[in-house]
């Protein structure tokens, strides 16, 4: 499951008395649930673990993630310093702060996952403890990289991406990108929005992206007939996983795109919907007309979309259209004309699904490859499921 990460940890706690201790959990909770409250995220989207000198906190996937940055840490901020001001030095709070976003299993003791593994490490690294220790604040912020490019880098409302320092974090044998920053005074709130979702805020989603090989040659009256079994076969297999878009799917000539929400499980996308969409295909191919014949190129994406009142856009979806369109997908079906489906994923896809072969995935069956894109190369993986 995804969630969006924050750790949270006091600096100097080991140094203090067992009731100054008390006291500074205490203000550290009480903090903790004014920016929570601030941000507008509600107790049911959020759990808080108490890690003694400080607090792991998993949140929903369904609240923004630019919430987090732009509201709920300058509130944490701003709670922290007027603590502060009533206090003496040896019960002051100063937080070191590290954010992530990943995929997480949660078992009968608790949660456990590589996104955690690499939170916890940012947030015990010597330089979050080193830019805390020079900040003229009482708060310092370490983010992941992949978090700085699907989130920070986009200016959403309240966050400039100019603020945060790129850096690389050496902890335990292991080397992480990262950008890390100090915290900012609350900026002022802004002016409401009379667009329903002209918020300014990006959404954590699912991307299917499905399209017809070869389509642009056939007549026109064989396309009608493409494009008309291509909705029925989709629809099928996406009733088949058990998964619901968010809106109808948005067709673009002959390609068909869905989303997903937050809440939906990533793995479905993967098993059991493409196993589904490939046995709709072969059984379509029996009796297809002649010249009809079909075979599918699929892309499975996610990251955070912008959304207005028409869509949902943004860059995340401008990857995923590349990699569907790209050469290396083309190709692979190409060299293989028995082939009906080549599907390819993802770095979010196969890192936070695939690799941990949920179900009946093998990431052995799935091929890394490189795409290059009009900005930049990304890494993908290219799966050829078998035919039924």
């Known amino acids: 499951m995804h969630r969006t990460i924050m750790a949270v940890d006091v600096a100097g706690y080991a140094r203090r008395t067992d009731p100054q201790i008390l006291e500074v959990r205490r203000g550290l909770w009480a903090a903790l649930r004014r920016a929570f409250a601030d941000a507008g995220i509600a107790e049911d ?18 609240v923004p993630k630019t919430h987090l940055l732009a509201d709920l840490v300058p509130s944490l901020a701003a709670a922290l310093r007027e603590y502060n001001l009533g206090h003496a030095s040896n019960e002051q709070i100063r937080l070191r702060v590290a ?14 996952g590589e996104s955690l593994s690499t939170t916890l490490r940012l947030l ?8 805390l220790q020079l900040a003229d604040a009482d708060l310092a912020m370490i983010v992941t990289e992949s978090f700085y490019q699907n989130v920070v880098a986009h200016g959403a409302r309240g966050i400039d991406p100019s603020r945060f320092r790129q850096i690389l974090v050496k902890v335990k044998g292991r080397t992480f990108a990262a950008r890390i920053r100090s915290a900012d005074p609350p900026p002022a709130p802004p002016p409401p929005s009379e667009a329903p979702f002209d918020s ?14 070869d389509h642009g040659t056939r007549p026109d009256k064989i396309k009608g007939v493409l494009r008309a079994a291509l909705r029925r076969m989709v629809t099928a297999a996406i009733e088949h996983a058990g998964v619901t878009p968010l809106q109808a799917p948005e ?26 969409l490939t046995r709709e295909l072969v059984a379509y191919n029996r009796t297809a007309l002649p010249g009809a014949h079909m075979r599918l190129r699929a892309v499975v994406d996610s ?18 259209y590349g990699l569907l369109n790209s050469d290396v997908l ?10 009906p489906l080549a599907l390819m994923v993802s770095h979010e896809i196969y890192d936070g699904v695939v690799r941990h072969a949920y179900g009946a995935i093998d990431p052995a069956d799935y091929v890394a490859t490189t795409v290059p894109l009009k900005q930049w190369d990304v890494p993908a993986w290219v799966h050829l499921p078998s035919a039924p």
């Open 45 to 62: 989207q959020r759990d808080l673990v108490d890690t003694g000198d400080g607090v792991l906190t998993l949140i929903d996937p369904d």
């Open 99 to 112: 954010v992530h976003a990943g995929e997480v299993v949660r078992d009968e003791h608790g949660v456990v």
């Open 124 to 131: 015990d690294s010597a330089e979050l403890r080193t830019a």
């Open 200 to 213: 300014g805020d990006l959404h954590h989603v699912s991307m299917l992206l499905v399209d017809i090989e």
């Open 251 to 276: 067709a673009a000539g002959d390609s068909l795109r869905y989303v997903f929400g937050p809440g939906t499980p990533k793995n479905r996308l993967i098993d059991p919907l493409i196993p589904a």
């Open 303 to 320: 990251g955070e979309l912008f959304r207005d009142e028409y869509d949902f856009f943004g860059s995340a979806l401008n990857d995923a």
């Open 330 to 339: 083309r190709d692979s079906l190409r060299q293989r004309p028995e082939q």
